[in-house]
């Protein structure tokens, strides 16, 4: 069972974040160089004012270029450059607090159909992500016993 502990033991502190401003094109680069799931979005003050999720973003793709078509990738640049964040995020988002229990977030994940939380201060910026990975990672920390022939 998880324990009643902090948030703030098992989130992500060292969070990637784009602007609604940024094009989609920022947003490919991050996905193509970095092993995540969800990008916050925030603005100018770090206030949390959406999020993107890799499907989301697959979902924007063109599902041609899964063919490596060069055609089909220049497509894809062109589409990823001139088109902003703020025009596909998903605006309303969950948010907890590093004080919040993780066995809260487990409870907003099992209710939901989402798989990160962005973890926000008491003046709403962003802080921290917490994400399914982060909550199976702490609530099965231990060795696996090894099975016996």
Same mark, same amino acid.
């Given at each position: 069972? @998880?324990?009643?502990?902090?948030?703030?033991? @098992?989130?992500? /502190?060292?969070?990637?974040?784009?602007?609604?401003?940024?094009?989609?094109?920022?947003?490919?680069?991050?996905?193509?160089?970095?092993? @995540?799931?969800? %990008?916050?979005?925030?603005?100018?003050?770090?206030?949390?004012? !959406?999020?993107?999720?890799?499907?989301?973003?697959?979902?924007?793709?063109?599902?041609?270029?899964?063919? !490596? $078509?060069?055609? +089909?990738? /220049?497509?894809?640049?062109?589409?990823?450059?001139?088109?902003?964040? /703020?025009?596909?995020?998903?605006?309303?988002?969950?948010?907890? $607090?590093? /004080?919040?229990? %993780?066995? =809260?977030?487990?409870?907003?994940?099992?209710? +939901?159909?989402?798989?990160?939380?962005?973890?926000?201060?008491?003046?709403? $910026?962003?802080? !921290?992500?917490?994400?399914?990975?982060? =909550?199976?990672?702490?609530?099965?920390?231990?060795?696996?016993?090894?099975?016996?022939?």
């Amino acid at each position: 069972m @998880i324990e009643d502990r902090n948030i703030a033991t @098992i989130m992500t /502190e060292e969070v990637l974040v784009v602007h609604p401003s940024d094009t989609l094109e920022k947003v490919h680069k991050i996905f193509e160089h970095n092993i @995540i799931h969800h %990008i916050p979005v925030v603005n100018a003050e770090r206030e949390v004012v !959406g999020i993107i999720s890799k499907s989301d973003y697959h979902l924007l793709c063109d599902h041609l270029t899964l063919f !490596g $078509r060069q055609w +089909n990738l /220049e497509n894809n640049n062109r589409f990823f450059r001139s088109l902003l964040v /703020e025009e596909v995020m998903t605006r309303q988002v969950a948010k907890l $607090r590093k /004080e919040d229990s %993780i066995f =809260l977030a487990a409870a907003f994940f099992r209710e +939901n159909l989402f798989h990160a939380i962005p973890i926000v201060d008491e003046r709403d $910026r962003l802080v !921290g992500i917490v994400s399914t990975y982060d =909550l199976l990672n702490y609530a099965y920390r231990d060795p696996v016993p090894a099975i016996e022939a």
